[in-house]
C-alpha cells in the first residue's frame, strides 16, 4: 500500500478491503491516483496484525504504516471486503482441538466484535455499500424481490423427504437445491468441495428427515444475466451459459467446446425499476444481482451479491466500472 | 406501436466486423481468434444489421435467400452469432478506450556500455502506473545480476515485465525457469542467440514456461517491427485503443542502449538522457506524443486492411522514408492481391 496523505487536507476516501487475489480494489486505487485523489485503504487482516488502534466512544486512533487516520477527514467509505483471514488456524497451540477451536471461535467473534465498533464510528459518513447491509439473508432478499414485481424462483426449506415430493409435483418434477446461505468452500487435500447447485431426483433421496435443506424450482434459461447497480444505474451482462433454445438442439454439444459469450446487455426499463426499489428497500446503493432470462421470456430475479467482483462485468463489457467507482468515491468526499 | 417479434441474427458485441479492400474479418476478441468473411457479407451484418432473412432477400432478391440463411447459420454455428426476437436487449460495446496509466508499457535496451538504474527507472516508471515493461539485452547479462536488476519490481506497479536475453552457454533451461519462477512478474522470455543445442526444450514445455528460443543474434533495435499475424493481439484493449491510437506507439516510452529517452528505441527523436532528465520532463515535451494517435485508419494501405485494428503498427520503419503515413516496412500483406509477401521481414529495404 502506498499511502497518499496531505496533513491539512480535509477529503479523504477510506477504503475497506481485504489482503490479496482483490484485482477490483488495486484498478480503483489506480484511478484514485491517476485524479490525485487522497484515500487510505485499511484491509481487515490489518486490524489484527499492521494497525494500531484505540476505538473511543466519540472517535478513534488508527495507525497504520506510520500514517495516522484522523476520522474526521473520511467522508466516503467504500466497502469492498473485509478480511481474508482463516480462524481455525489463527491461535495454533498444543493441546486439545476442541479447546482450541472453542478459542479460536471466540477470538474470531471478538475481532468481529471490534470490527463492528470501528464501523459504527465511522456510520454518519458517505457508505458506498454499507457494510450494515452486506450480510444478506437470501430467504428473505427472495421475499422482498417478489414484493418488488420480480419474479423469483418458488422456494421452499424443508427437512423431510414428503415436502421436497409435494414441491417437486407441483414443478413437474424439475427441482434443485442449493444453499440457504452462503457458500461455503470445503478445503480438501489440493481441491475443495463446492455446494453447487444440483438438481434434485425425489427418487434417489434415501431419508425421511435431514438437516435443513433449500428447493427451488428448476428454470430453464436462455441465458444469465449480471447486472451491477451502482447508485440507480445499472450494467448489465448476458452470459449464454445455454445456447439459446432454437438452437439448442442442432448445437448443444458444439458449442461447450467454447467459452459462454459475454456481452454487454441492458434490461427492460420495468426489471430496472424494479431492482432500483429492491435495492431502495434493502438500503443497498451498491451489489451485483444475478438474474435469469428464462424461455418462456420471463426474467428471474436469483440474488444479489453486494461486494461481488464487478471486474467480470466491467472488463468484458469495457464498461469501466472501477474508473465510475473512483469518480463517485471523489465526488461523495468532496461534498 | 406493437410490433411482432421478428427472429433475426445477431453477432455477439466482442464479435466485430472490420471490412478490408476486397473481404472483411469478424474479429472475435473474447475467444482472440478470427474470421473471414466476403464483403457482401459484411455489408449485410453492418448496413442492414438485425434485419430478417425476409427482408434481406426483398433487397439482394429471393434467389439469394438461401445463401444468406447459410451465412447466418454457419456464423452461428461457429459460434460468433446467434438468433434472438429481442436484438434491443444486446447493445454494442462501447470502444472508448480508457486507463488509468499515463504511460501503459515501456521498454528498456541494454548493450554493454552503460547499465542502467532500474531501480530509478522503475521509480519513475511508477508516477505513471505503468504496468508493463520490456527489457531487451543484446549483449550478455549474468544471470545472477539480472535476477538482482528484478527485485527492484517487488514493490512496483508494473504488473507484467517480458525479457529478451542473449543466451549464455553456462545457462541451462533449468537457470532460465528458475529466474522465470523467482520472478513472478515475468510473462515470458525470448533467448537469442542460441546456437548450441544445450537448450533443448521440448514444444509442450515452452508453452508452459513461456520462454521461446532462437538461433539468431539480436544486435540492436533493428530487429523490431516486424507485422505478422503471429504477432496479432487479437482482444478489446486493443480493438479499442486502436480506433483512436497508435496500436504501438501510444502511451509507450523507451530508453534506448545508450540512455536516450524515446517513444520507442527505433524512433529518430530524443527527449533527452536518463542521465540528466526525467521521463515525466521528457512525455511533457510537445513533440513526444506525435504518433499517438496516428490510427491505421490513417496510413496508406493500412486503411484498406481488414485487418486493421488487431495488427500491431510500426512507425520507425516505413515503406517511404521521409512520410509519417506509409505503410510498416516489414509488413508482407497486400489487401488488394489477398497476398503474403513471405521475404523475411528485415531483408525489405524502404524506397
Redesign the interface.
Known amino acids: 500500500m502506498r499511502p497518499n496523505f496531505h496533513h491539512y487536507n480535509t477529503e479523504m476516501i477510506l477504503i475497506l478491503s481485504q489482503n490479496g487475489l482483490e484485482p477490483t480494489t488495486n484498478?480503483v486505487i489506480?484511478?484514485l491516483?491517476?485524479f490525485n485523489a487522497n484515500y487510505i485503504r485499511i484491509n481487515g487482516d490489518d486490524i489484527l496484525q499492521n494497525a494500531r488502534y484505540s476505538i473511543g466512544m466519540e472517535n478513534m486512533i488508527i495507525r497504520l504504516e506510520g500514517v495516522d487516520i484522523h476520522i474526521d477527514e473520511i467522508n466516503a467509505v467504500w466497502f469492498r471486503r473485509w478480511t481474508s483471514t482463516n480462524f481455525s488456524e489463527y491461535l495454533d497451540f498444543e493441546g486439545d482441538s476442541r479447546l482450541k477451536q472453542g478459542i479460536n471461535e471466540y477470538l474470531k467473534t471478538e475481532y468481529q466484535g471490534a470490527s463492528r465498533a470501528f464501523f459504527s464510528l465511522l456510520q454518519n459518513k458517505f457508505w458506498l455499500t454499507d457494510v450494515r447491509k452486506s450480510r444478506m439473508e437470501k430467504y428473505n432478499v427472495l421475499k422482498l424481490a417478489s414484493s418488488c414485481g420480480l419474479y423469483v424462483p418458488d422456494t421452499l426449506i424443508c427437512n423431510n423427504k414428503d415436502a421436497i415430493k409435494n414441491f417437486s409435483a407441483l414443478h413437474n418434477g424439475k427441482i434443485i437445491t442449493k444453499p440457504i446461505s452462503e457458500v461455503t468452500l470445503f478445503p480438501i487435500d489440493n481441491s475443495s468441495f463446492v455446494p453447487y447447485t444440483t438438481q434434485i431426483e425425489v427418487g434417489e433421496i434415501n431419508y425421511e428427515r435431514f438437516h435443513p435443506l433449500q428447493i427451488q424450482e428448476a428454470i430453464e434459461k436462455q441465458y444469465e444475466i449480471r447486472a451491477f447497480f451502482i447508485l440507480g444505474n445499472i450494467y448489465s451482462m448476458?452470459i449464454?451459459s445455454q445456447?439459446?433454445e432454437?438452437?439448442k438442439q442442432?448445437?448443444r454439444c458444439?458449442?461447450t467446446e467454447?467459452?459462454n459469450?459475454?456481452?454487454?446487455?441492458?434490461?427492460?426499463r420495468e426489471i430496472e425499476q424494479n431492482i432500483t426499489s429492491l435495492m431502495g428497500l434493502i438500503g443497498l446503493n451498491c451489489g451485483s444481482i444475478d438474474l435469469i432470462k428464462a424461455t418462456d421470456d420471463r426474467y428471474i430475479f436469483l440474488e444479489i451479491n453486494p461486494v461481488g467482483q464487478f471486474g467480470m462485468t466491467s472488463?468484458?463489457?469495457?464498461?469501466?466500472l472501477?474508473?465510475e467507482v473512483a469518480e463517485l468515491l471523489i465526488h461523495e468526499d468532496k461534498r | 406501436m406493437l410490433k411482432t417479434k421478428e427472429?433475426v441474427f445477431k453477432l455477439?458485441?466482442?464479435c466485430i466486423p472490420v471490412r478490408g479492400a476486397k473481404r472483411s474479418v469478424v474479429c472475435d476478441l473474447?475467444?482472440g481468434d478470427y474470421y473471414l468473411i466476403p464483403n457482401i457479407l459484411f455489408e449485410i451484418l453492418t448496413d442492414y444489421k438485425e434485419s430478417t432473412v425476409d427482408y434481406l432477400a426483398d433487397i439482394y432478391g429471393s434467389q439469394h435467400k438461401i445463401d444468406i440463411q447459410a451465412y447466418f447459420d454457419t456464423l452461428?454455428?461457429e459460434?460468433y452469432g446467434?438468433?434472438?426476437d429481442s436484438p434491443?436487449?444486446?447493445?454494442?460495446?462501447?470502444?472508448?478506450w480508457?486507463k488509468?496509466?499515463?504511460i501503459t508499457n515501456a521498454i528498456v535496451d541494454f548493450n554493454g556500455g552503460i547499465f542502467h538504474n532500474m531501480k530509478d527507472i522503475i521509480s519513475q516508471l511508477d508516477e505513471f502506473?505503468c504496468k508493463a515493461l520490456q527489457l531487451r539485452f543484446y549483449n550478455l547479462i549474468s544471470l545472477n545480476k539480472l535476477s538482482n536488476l528484478l527485485t527492484h519490481l517487488k514493490d512496483s506497479?508494473l504488473t507484467s515485465v517480458s525479457l529478451v536475453l542473449r543466451h549464455d552457454n553456462n545457462q541451462t533451461k533449468d537457470d532460465y525457469i528458475d529466474l522465470k519462477n523467482q520472478h513472478q512478474r515475468i510473462t515470458d522470455i525470448l533467448i537469442h542467440s542460441c546456437e548450441t543445442s544445450s537448450l533443448i526444450f521440448k514444444k509442450d514445455e515452452l508453452a508452459v514456461e513461456g520462454i521461446a528460443v532462437i538461433k539468431r543474434t539480436i544486435t540492436d533495435h533493428e530487429h523490431c517491427g516486424a507485422i505478422s499475424p503471429k504477432y496479432f493481439r487479437i482482444n478489446?484493449p486493443m480493438f479499442?485503443e486502436s480506433q483512436k491510437h497508435n496500436t504501438c506507439l501510444h502511451r509507450k516510452i523507451s530508453i534506448d542502449s545508450k540512455g536516450d529517452i524515446r517513444n520507442c528505441p527505433s524512433m529518430p527523436e530524443s527527449f533527452g538522457n536518463i542521465r540528466d532528465t526525467k521521463l515525466r520532463e521528457a512525455i511533457r515535451q510537445k513533440s513526444f506524443k506525435k504518433y499517438w494517435d496516428i490510427t491505421k485508419d490513417k496510413i496508406t494501405v493500412c486503411s484498406d486492411c481488414e485487418f486493421r485494428h488487431i495488427c500491431t503498427d510500426c512507425r520507425a520503419y516505413g515503406r517511404e522514408e521521409n512520410d509519417i503515413y506509409s505503410k510498416p516496412l516489414k509488413c508482407g500483406y497486400d489487401p488488394y492481391s489477398l497476398q503474403w509477401d513471405r521475404k523475411k521481414p528485415n531483408t525489405i529495404k524502404p524506397r
Not at chain 1, 261 to 268: E, S
Not at chain 2, 88 to 96: R, T
Open positions: 484498478e489506480d484511478w491516483d491517476y448476458a449464454f445456447d439459446d432454437k438452437t442442432d448445437f458444439y458449442n467454447f467459452p459469450r459475454h456481452v454487454p446487455y441492458k434490461l427492460p472488463h468484458p463489457c469495457n464498461y469501466n472501477e474508473k | 427472429i455477439y458485441a466482442n473474447q475467444r452461428q454455428s459460434g446467434f438468433y434472438t434491443e436487449n444486446f447493445p454494442d460495446i462501447d470502444m472508448k480508457q488509468s496509466s499515463l502506473n506497479r478489446l479499442s
